[in-house]
Nanobody
Framework: QVRVAESGGGLVQPGGSLRLSCTGS????????MSWYRQGPGDQRELVAA???????RYADSVKGRFTISRDRAMSTVYLQMDNLKPEDTAVYYC????????WGQGIQVTVSE
């Protein structure tokens, strides 16, 4: 069994920052690809950022220049640094870890509001 634990969400004012963390543990402790998705109210789940073992990253156009994805050397923990947050970034953020199959976290709320 693989456990995926997310942390770091919360309420922040526009222009503020948050850092999300996600760690996989259990039967598999190293993953080939790690990514963050989000789902806002009434929206479909969308890819926010992804990173693979070689360090290659990919971002949604809406977050380029504001969000940074990174991971530890062991490819067991992935981070999402979110700067200059906007109200439209409000969503539940999900971590996905890939090792043959996809393992999803439960999701963590990020709210950007005055």
């Amino acid at each position: 069994q693989v456990r995926v634990a997310e942390s770091g969400g919360g309420l922040v004012q526009p222009g503020g920052s948050l850092r999300l963390s996600c760690t996989g543990s259990g039967r598999i402790i190293s993953f080939t690809a790690m990514s963050w998705y989000r789902q806002g109210p009434g929206d479909q789940r969308e890819l926010v950022a992804a990173i693979v073992g070689g360090g290659i990253t990919r971002y949604a156009d809406s977050v380029k220049g504001r969000f940074t994805i990174s991971r530890d050397r062991a490819m067991s923990t992935v981070y999402l640094q979110m700067d200059n947050l906007k109200p439209e970034d409000t969503a539940v953020y999900y971590c996905k870890l890939k090792s043959g199959v996809d393992y999803w976290g439960q999701g963590i709320q990020v709210t950007v509001s005055e």
